[in-house]
C-alpha cells in the first residue's frame, strides 16, 4: 500500500487556498488574474502580490502550491504566459501545469521548473505521455475525465511518470482542450481565453412568465416562475429535440470517485484532484476535509467513509464518470 496519495485542492482565491490548506490540502492549485488559466472569471484568481504570499503561506504550513498556466498563448502575445513562468519560478512554486508545446519548452528550458501536464492537453495514452516525458522533461501527467481504472493502470504500467486524476467536481462532456461550444457562443474560448461561458455574456430574460436565460443569444434553460435557474452552460443545457426536452448533452451531476479511491491507488496513481476554483471557501473546507478523511482512511487501512458531499455537487446527483463506465 502506498504510504499516502497526495490531495490536490482548488484555490480560485487567497481565502480559498487558507481553507484549502487548513483543510487538510497536500497541495494546491491555482492561479493568476489573467487568460493564461483556464478559470478566467472576474473576482477569481491572483495577483502577482496574491500569488507569492499565499506560496509563503502554504509553505509555512508544509503545503506545495501548483501554478496553472494550462491556456494556448494567443498569437503574438506569448510574453503573457512566458511572464507567467517566470513569475511562478520568481515566487517559489512547487511546479507548473502547463498544456501548450511551447510554453513547456520554455519552462523546461529557461527556468528547469517541475512541470506537470495540464488535462487540457488532454493525453489520453502512454505514447503520447511519454512523448512529453522525454521531449519537455514532464513529471507528472492530469488524465483526461475518459478512462477506466483499468485503463488508467495500463497507461501507469507503460510511463515513468506520475500520474493525477480528478476525484470529485463538475464534468465536462468534451474532450479538454478540444472544446470550441462556447467559442462558437460567445467568441471567447475556455482553451484560449480562458473562460467557459463567460458572466459577460449571460443574459435573464423574463417571458411570458418563464424566465429564460440565454448565452451568447442562445436559449439555454427555460424555467417557471420561482424555480431555480442554473447557471447557462452550453454542454448542461436544456432543449427541445422534436417531442422530447430535456438535457441532450449532459446532465447536471458531479463526479464523486470516494469510493474508488483504493482502485485507483492500486492502478498506480500518485495524486487525487477536487474540481472548482470558482466554488466557495465553505465548499473548498468540506470537499478539502471530506478527501483528506478518506485518504488518511484508506492509508490506515480502515474503511472508506461514506461521502456526505451530495448537497454540493449539480443538481445535488453523483456519479463515478468513466471510471465505471460500460459505454464506447
Known sequence: MTETLELVCPAGTPAALRSAVEAGAHSVYCGFNDETNARNFPGLNFSRDEMAESIRFAHRRGAKV????????????????????DDAHRFGADAVILADLGLLDYASQRHGLRVHLSVQAAAANADAINFYAHAFG?????????????????????IDVETEVFVFGGLCVM???????????????????GACSPASHVEYRDEGGALVSRLGGFAIHKV?????????????????????????????????????????????????????????RAYTTAVVGGFRAAIDAYVAGRPIPVSALRDLTEGQKTTSGAYRKAWR
Open 66 to 85: 501548483l501554478i496553472a498556466i494550462n491556456t494556448f498563448p494567443r498569437a503574438g502575445g506569448f510574453e503573457l504566459w512566458a511572464r507567467a513562468v
Open 138 to 158: 514532464v513529471k507528472r501527467v492530469v488524465l483526461p475525465r475518459v478512462l477506466t481504472v483499468q485503463e488508467i493502470a495500463a497507461i501507469n504500467r507503460e
Open 175 to 193: 474532450a479538454e482542450g478540444r472544446c470550441s461550444l462556447s467559442s462558437y457562443a460567445t467568441g471567447r474560448s475556455p482553451n484560449m481565453n
Open 224 to 280: 417557471g416562475a420561482g424555480e431555480p435557474a442554473p447557471y447557462p452552460t452550453l454542454c448542461k443545457g436544456s432543449f427541445r429535440i422534436g417531442d422530447y426536452q430535456g438535457h441532450a448533452f449532459e446532465d447536471p451531476v458531479s463526479l464523486d470517485a470516494a469510493a474508488l479511491i483504493p482502485q485507483l491507488a492500486e492502478a498506480g496513481v500518485t495524486a487525487l484532484k477536487i474540481e472548482g476554483r470558482q466554488r466557495s
